[in-house]
């Protein structure tokens, strides 16, 4: 095929027409001003923002191009004259954000220009954006101004250069005006040659360090993540061994062995797809820009991404075990994904899995279709994907209840598979339009003619995007779901089994099922943070997390009501029993009712019928002796101090075991956690640019779903963690019981935070993720309370809140609907701030072996 000759045939005399093209004479009178701002603190890179603005002559050839359409080539070729260099038909550039098209004003004599853009310093390559190149060293960074050659004898009236606060280490031409930290560059009157600007400047090491390790570094991101990695599995496998060690029925209950069989099988599972993650992602990236193994780092590199993402897909299908039919579909995309990595040329793609396209494979390739047999590839491996994670979570649920091992199968209905592939077939045609999108947002400035060259050029640059695909989507998929989901579920089947297994029902969790817990705190509910200067060190929080929960159940086993002690060596859980819950629910109520009369008769009542209320609330602050000495077998004993009969209920919570009270408040967070799940999903994805973004996202707009499924099962773990240590929280109140595990929870949010202060990074929207789980907990206390009374007192009152303020009494009241209103204030105020705060938005994805650099997702392991 003779195409590349005919294509830089083209190339040729279009390059030598450029100047013609531009008209360059007609833009000596151009007025031209340039500057670009720097911000180290408060960014996670370097971010630079650059201002270009272009004052052209309406007499100018090609003024009027300016306001038409983005898609027609005239403003594409007038745009191109005023901003890049005209003598490049095909501009290309993924180092540049903008998050609008050039503004373009008509005055009187003049069309006016006026071009953002800016772009983040994340790996050592060059950056070009605007009129500007950043040329990155291990320490010392160069900003030169790219002078448009159509602009180079035009008038450069003002060229500003802010450092952010740092003096730069060399200047090449001496600035007009100025300080140390901001330089200027103007000229009184049009004439004479623009300045030669370029600057040496030295960031902040830790933005240095967080360039350098997204790049040439990045092969070591998986080795300092690794202790994270292996202590939450080493929590996990403690847990197991404790739980295996402490059965709650002898024999053994054949459902309690297999779900904490499960759980060990999931913790390695996920252990182990996570090695294959890095392997697949970092070390492959570093091998092939090493040299290393070039024959599978290179040219079969994305071969390697589709076997390794199948090959985890079927690991979860032989834990899930589907149904038969399941299996067979699987099989068949098993097969397909198969030929398609081995034998890429039946399917018209590359061999090498790159187009080059000045090839006559990227012609063959677009004439075969081999997009969609790549897509089709891609949809296969997201369907064994989705069968393997919903049969394992079905059958570690089915485990925790089945009497026999064949009945806890991961099966579901077959009408699923067809819900599996739709959407399967979904992701992939979706990510081949956000890679469209992205290709017009990094080339929008380049000649379509609809030639052959442009065509060949198009269609290998976005075959070399969409390839990526089965690569993110097990950095993506497993990150936010399985890594976590799965462990999550499996904790709480054997935690449910146990409690079926029980021979009694348990007031309180056993140590084991404490362990556990804590565990299911940490997968479940606990954040993921400690990125500092691109190094990942999420163990440091986490330890804080673990201590920080230990020390609040150590302090809650001394504090905690139903801890307190009846008699020495005797305390209140230890004689508290569900039989006597009616008694103290009526023990209670009588209590509220008497200091409701002794409050009316503060104001002339008469002494005898005082005492006698409080000879009778005497009485209900006592219990029956546990122990009585000989002889006395009618032996009363009073409360400890400070604990009376509401308490005591109220300590107990509305169900007769932990199991019930971690049921009960899982239902009612998941259900307060609804409004704060839109709240968090506008300020994480929609706010700002990062609506705009996700059209250039490979994932994005299957991350908006998975974003709000993920805040839910968040929100009911965190109030099934609540529930179940409902009885061993310290706090006389639900709300004083949530406050103390929401202080857990802010922990490691806290040394995050310091560390984000120490490295000059921004804390992001964790602030309102703190508000609003300290709020959706407490609110589940709340409800909570009201619960334990509402079975027996319910239809005595109009409303809830009548009953919550019998409940809490007037002081009690007042004290906790202050604390909920300064919540909501500290909520309103995070609010006002975000929305004043511009997020970082999307330059580049997921890059080639060439570029190693990809994006992180909060979360992910």
């Not at 950095?475 to 449910?496: I, K, M, N, Q, Y």
């Not at 029993?577 to 409701?596: G, P, V």
Request: proline share 6%; charged share 20%; with cysteine.
């Amino acid at each position: 095929m003779s195409t590349t000759a005919l294509v830089w045939i083209w190339l040729g005399g279009t390059g030598g027409a450029a100047d013609d093209e531009c008209s360059s004479p007609q833009l000596k009178t151009a007025r031209v001003s340039a500057s670009v701002r720097f911000k180290h603190a408060g960014e996670d890179y370097t971010k630079a923002e650059s201002r270009f603005t272009v004052q052209v002559p309406k007499s100018w050839d090609r003024a009027g191009d300016l306001l038409l359409n983005g898609d027609t080539e005239r403003y594409r070729t007038g745009m191109r004259c005023l901003l890049r260099s005209p003598d490049a038909p095909y501009q290309y550039r993924d180092t540049e954000g903008r998050t609008r098209a050039p503004q373009v004003t008509v005055q009187k004599k003049w069309i006016t220009v006026d071009y953002r853009v800016m772009t983040w310093v994340v790996d050592l390559r060059d950056r070009d954006f605007g009129p500007w190149r950043i040329t990155e060293g291990n320490r010392l960074w160069t900003l030169r101004l790219m002078r448009p050659p159509a602009l180079d004898h035009a008038w450069w009236k003002e060229i500003t250069v802010d450092l952010g606060g740092r003096a730069a280490r060399n200047v090449s031409s001496t600035p007009t005006t100025g300080s140390t930290t901001e330089l200027t560059w103007s000229r009184a009157k049009a004439g004479g040659k623009p300045p030669e600007v370029s600057v040496v400047l030295q960031p902040p090491a830790t933005k240095a360090a967080a360039a350098r390790w997204s790049g040439a570094w990045f092969v070591y991101d998986p080795l300092v993540s690794l202790p994270y990695q292996v202590a939450i599995l080493a929590m996990l496998l403690a847990a197991v061994h404790a739980l295996k060690r402490s059965p709650v029925s002898s024999p053994r209950n054949e459902a309690e062995d297999r779900t904490v069989r499960n759980l060990g099988l999931v913790g390695w599972l996920g252990f182990t797809i996570t090695m294959v993650q890095w392997f697949d992602d970092a070390l492959l990236g570093h091998f092939g820009n090493q040299g290393t193994a070039l024959l599978w780092t290179d040219q079969h590199r994305t071969a390697v991404h589709l076997m390794l993402t199948l090959l985890t897909g079927l690991a979860l299908c032989v834990v899930g075990k589907p149904s038969r039919t399941a299996a067979a579909i699987v099989l068949v995309a098993t097969g397909y994904v198969t030929a398609v990595a081995f034998v890429p040329e039946w399917f018209a793609l590359p061999s090498n899995w790159r187009l080059d396209w000045e090839t006559w494979e990227t012609w063959w390739f677009r004439e075969a279709g081999g997009m969609y047999a790549f897509a089709c590839a891609c949809a296969c491996v997201v369907f064994v994907w989705l069968v393997g994670l919903t049969s394992s979570l079905v059958r570690l649920w089915r485990s925790s209840n089945a009497t026999a091992p064949g009945s806890s199968r991961g099966t579901f209905p077959v009408a699923v598979l067809g819900v599996f592939a739709v959407v399967a077939l979904a992701l992939p045609a979706v990510s081949v339009w956000t890679a469209q999108n992205l290709w017009e947002h990094q080339s929008w400035l380049s000649r379509r003619n609809a030639d052959e060259a442009y065509g060949l050029w198009h269609v290998a640059a976005l075959f070399n995007e969409v390839r990526w695909f089965p690569s993110d989507w097990l950095d993506w998929f497993h990150g936010f779901t399985f890594w976590w989901w799965t462990p999550s579920l499996a904790l709480v089947a054997v935690l449910r089994a146990r409690n079926a297994a029980a021979a009694s029902p348990a007031v309180l969790p056993s140590t084991p099922e404490k362990r556990a817990l804590k565990v299911l705190f940490v997968f479940g509910v606990s954040p993921v943070v400690g990125w500092y200067a691109g190094v990942p060190l999420a163990v440091a929080p986490l330890l804080a997390l673990w201590l920080a929960l230990t020390g609040l159940l150590a302090y809650g086993t001394r504090r905690a009501v139903l801890y307190r002690e009846l008699v020495p060596g005797i305390r209140l859980h230890h004689v508290a029993r569900e039989s006597d819950r009616q008694r103290l629910l009526k023990s209670a109520r009588r209590h509220r009712e008497l200091h409701a009369q002794l409050r009316r008769l503060e104001q002339g009542q008469e002494e005898g019928e005082r005492l006698g209320l409080e000879g009778e609330l005497d009485q209900l602050h006592r219990l029956p002796h546990p122990s009585p000495p000989a002889g006395l077998p009618n032996t009363w004993i009073r409360l400890p101090p400070s604990v009376g009969p509401v308490e005591l209920a109220l300590a107990w919570g509305p169900r007769a075991t932990w199991w019930g009270n971690a049921c009960r408040a899982a239902w009612f967070a998941a259900l307060f956690g609804v409004p704060a799940s839109g709240v968090l999903l506008w300020a994480d994805h929609i706010r700002g640019p990062l609506w705009v973004d996700k059209f250039m996202q490979r994932l994005g707009f299957a991350d908006v779903p998975l974003f709000v499924i993920n805040l839910e099962i968040f929100w009911a773990a965190a109030g099934f963690t609540l529930g179940a240590l409902w009885r061993i929280l310290p706090g006389r109140r639900g709300p004083a019981r949530a406050l103390g595990l929401s202080l857990v929870y802010a922990v490691p949010l806290l040394v995050h935070w310091i560390g984000t202060e120490l490295v000059g990074q921004p804390f992001g929207t964790w602030g309102l993720d703190v508000s609003l789980t300290l709020l959706v907990l407490t609110l589940t206390g709340v409800a909570m309370d009201i619960d334990t009374f509402k079975q027996r007192e319910g239809h005595y009152w109009p409303t809830k809140a009548g009953l919550l303020l019998s409940v809490y009494q007037w002081r009690t009241a007042s004290v906790q609907a202050a604390f909920l209103v300064g919540q909501i204030v500290a909520l309103v105020t995070i609010w006002q701030q975000l929305k004043g705060a511009e997020p970082m938005v999307l330059i580049e994805q997921n890059p080639s072996s060439e570029d190693p650099e990809g994006g992180s997702v909060n979360g992910s392991p």
